[in-house]
Nanobody
């Protein structure tokens, strides 16, 4: 059974940092895309970052330069380092994995991912 479990969310002041982790079990995703999504109340789920085959990374424009995604294939884990956090980064963050495709095309579309974690809340507020 495939499971994705996120951790590392919390509350932080604007300008602060958080590191999210996603532990995958039941499947090896090293050759496929794994991504981070977020969803704020009343808004659609949006792609934040992804790592696909070959370690190629993708970022949404709103987080580029502030967020860094990395993957440890040996441990089957995905991480998201978030720096210079802003109030608009407040959302539930989800880890997602695509077990069928390692190409980065449409990495930001939720529908291409077939496994999801339960989410971890990130709140940025003064």
């Amino acid at each position: 059974q495939v499971q994705l479990v996120e951790s590392g969310g919390g509350s932080v002041q604007p300008g602060g940092s958080l590191r999210l982790s996603c532990a995958a079990s039941g499947y090896t995703f090293s050759n496929y895309c794994m991504g981070w999504f977020r969803q704020a109340p009343g808004k659609e789920r949006e792609g934040v970052a992804a790592i696909c085959a070959g370690g190629v990374t993708y970022y949404a424009g709103s987080v580029k330069g502030r967020f860094t995604s990395s993957r440890d294939n040996a441990k089957n884990t995905l991480s998201l380092q978030m720096n210079s956090l802003k109030p608009e980064d407040t959302a539930m963050y989800y880890c997602a994995a695509d077990s069928t495709n390692g190409d980065g095309g449409y990495w930001y579309l939720p529908r291409r991912y077939n496994y999801w974690g339960q989410g971890t809340q990130v709140t940025v507020s003064s």
